[in-house]
């Protein structure tokens, strides 16, 4: 079993930035590709971003709405993964939940996700 906590979550105006902490437990860290996705009220969860277990590939949506804002980094010594979010929008306001898939490269699929962070409200105003 993995346990996942997020945190960081909060109100903020739109521009603001807000960096996501998920914080690991359970089974070893490195042996797990992380990723971040978002969730709205009535819609599915969507995926934002994942990082490979040694932290050498990254790939984020296709879409624009978080290339060149957000950014995706781990710390396996801290087995902690994060969410650099820069020039927040309205449109970011979402839950959003950190989860750990135990293959290299992660996937953008929410169904390849083993475990699965409780998640944290983030809220951007304008």
């Known amino acids: 079993q993995v346990q996942l906590v997020e945190s960081g979550g909060g109100l903020v105006q739109a521009g603001d930035s807000l960096r996501l902490s998920c914080a690991a437990s359970?089974?070893?860290?490195?042996?797990?590709?992380m990723a971040w996705f978002r969730q709205v009220p009535g819609k599915e969860r969507e995926f934002v971003a994942v990082?490979?277990?040694?932290?050498?590939?990254?790939?984020?949506a296709d879409s624009d709405s978080v290339k060149g804002r957000f950014t995706i980094s781990r710390d396996n010594a801290k087995n902690t993964v994060y969410l650099q979010m820069n020039s927040l929008k309205p449109e970011d306001t979402a839950v959003y939940y950190c989860?750990?898939?135990?293959?290299?490269?992660?996937?953008?699929?929410?169904?390849?996700?083993?475990?699965w962070g409780q998640g944290t409200q983030v809220t951007v105003s304008s």
């Open positions: 990082i490979s277990r040694r932290g050498m590939y990254i790939y984020y």
């Open positions: 989860a750990a898939a135990g293959t290299i490269y992660g996937s953008r699929s929410q169904y390849e996700y083993e475990y």
């Open positions: 359970g089974r070893t860290f490195s042996n797990y590709a």
